[in-house]
Nanobody, 131 residues
Framework: QVQLVESGGGSVQAGGSLRLSCAASGHTASGYCMAWFRQPPGKEREGVAAFYPTYGRTYHADSVKGRFTISQGNAENTLYLQMNSLKPEDTAMYFC????????????????????????WGQGTQVTVSS
């Protein structure tokens, strides 16, 4: 069992930056893959970025490439999302999620099944970007 707690959300103006953090606790054996998702108001949850520790790879959705960066902290149980050049369309609840090492995406180190690969979820942190 893995517990995830997000922090760092807030309200910023367009063009601003925020850094989200996710602290994992519980059974945090190495090999877990972690990711950030977001859910805009009235829309479905979508993948933003993922980190595959076995391969040292990252995935970023096209909508955030060049603006957002996912990274792992010095301690394996911390995940970050650096968000720069924020736009109003980035407004959403942001969630941290973890997938077990034997899930397809984690095993392959690629974004294939996305959301369905992730078993553990945090409560979310709100990001609001005003124009």
């Amino acid at each position: 069992q893995v517990q995830l707690v997000e922090s760092g959300g807030g309200s910023v103006q367009a063009g601003g930056s925020l850094r989200l953090s996710c602290a994992a606790s519980g059974h945090t054996a190495s090999g877990y893959c972690m990711a950030w998702f977001r859910q805009p108001p009235g829309k479905e949850r979508e993948g933003v970025a993922a980190f595959y520790p076995t391969y040292g790879r990252t995935y970023h959705a096209d909508s955030v490439k060049g603006r957002f960066t996912i990274s792992q902290g010095n301690a394996e149980n911390t995940l970050y999302l650096q968000m720069n050049s924020l736009k109003p369309e980035d407004t959403a609840m942001y969630f941290c999620a973890a997938a077990e090492a034997d899930s397809y995406d984690c095993y392959k180190g690629s974004w294939t099944y996305g959301l369905s690969s992730y078993k553990y979820w945090g409560q979310g942190t709100q990001v609001t970007v005003s124009s």
